[in-house]
């Protein structure tokens, strides 16, 4: 898989417990997995202990496309921790299921070049051994 992209600025880190952990690991294989209900199918995001639709417990990380549209954006220009760079918070919606909304970085894209709506596919930034954090790009760009 090519959909890893170079480390940007250092971070805070999410800490790696239930029931999110997979989520920031999911990416060592470049593939984005999200929890699903077993029983009716709905995906949720963030984490959660039970399904929000039919109150199930039978939760499971999927493997999904990675595939979706920006549904929402800003460009950060403020440097909060004196190394920050301009950047670009997105709120993307996945194929799958569009009311899923992952809060995510843009890259390999000028933020003036972003719009709503336009399709994006994720990459992953590997920041160590076990967390790889899910970004998205363009669909139409490759690295
Ligand atoms: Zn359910």
Same mark, same amino acid.
């Given at each position: 898989? #090519?959909?890893?992209?170079?480390?940007? *600025?250092? %971070? &805070?880190?999410? #800490?790696? $417990?239930?029931?999110?952990?997979?989520?920031?690991?999911? !990416?060592?294989? +470049?593939?984005?997995?999200?929890?699903?209900?077993?029983?009716? !199918?709905? /995906?949720?995001?963030?984490?959660?202990?039970?399904?929000?639709?039919?109150?199930?417990?039978?939760?499971?990380?999927?493997?999904?496309?990675? %595939? +979706?549209?920006?549904?929402?954006? #800003? &460009?950060? /220009?403020?440097?909060? $921790?004196?190394?920050?760079?301009?950047?670009?918070? !997105?709120? *993307?919606?996945?194929?799958?299921?569009?009311?899923?909304?992952?809060?995510?970085?843009? *890259? $390999? &894209?000028?933020? $003036?070049?972003?719009?709503? +709506?336009?399709?994006?596919?994720? &990459? /992953?930034?590997?920041?160590?051994?076990?967390?790889?954090?899910? =970004? /998205?790009?363009?669909?139409?760009? =490759?690295?």
């Amino acid at each position: 898989m #090519t959909n890893h992209v170079p480390r940007s *600025v250092p %971070r &805070v880190l999410p #800490t790696l $417990d239930e029931p999110s952990a997979f989520f920031w690991t999911s !990416g060592a294989d +470049g593939r984005l997995r999200l929890l699903r209900c077993s029983p009716c !199918g709905y /995906f949720l995001h963030p984490p959660g202990p039970l399904c929000p639709r039919c109150h199930s417990r039978e939760l499971a990380p999927v493997e999904v496309s990675g %595939r +979706g549209t920006l549904h929402s954006f #800003t &460009v950060n /220009f403020q440097p909060w $921790d004196g190394v920050g760079d301009t950047y670009v918070l !997105g709120l *993307v919606s996945l194929e799958e299921q569009p009311d899923v909304r992952l809060t995510t970085n843009l *890259v $390999d &894209v000028e933020p $003036d070049a972003v719009r709503i +709506g336009m399709p994006v596919e994720v &990459v /992953f930034e590997d920041v160590n051994d076990e967390i790889s954090l899910p =970004k /998205f790009r363009s669909a139409g760009s =490759k690295a």
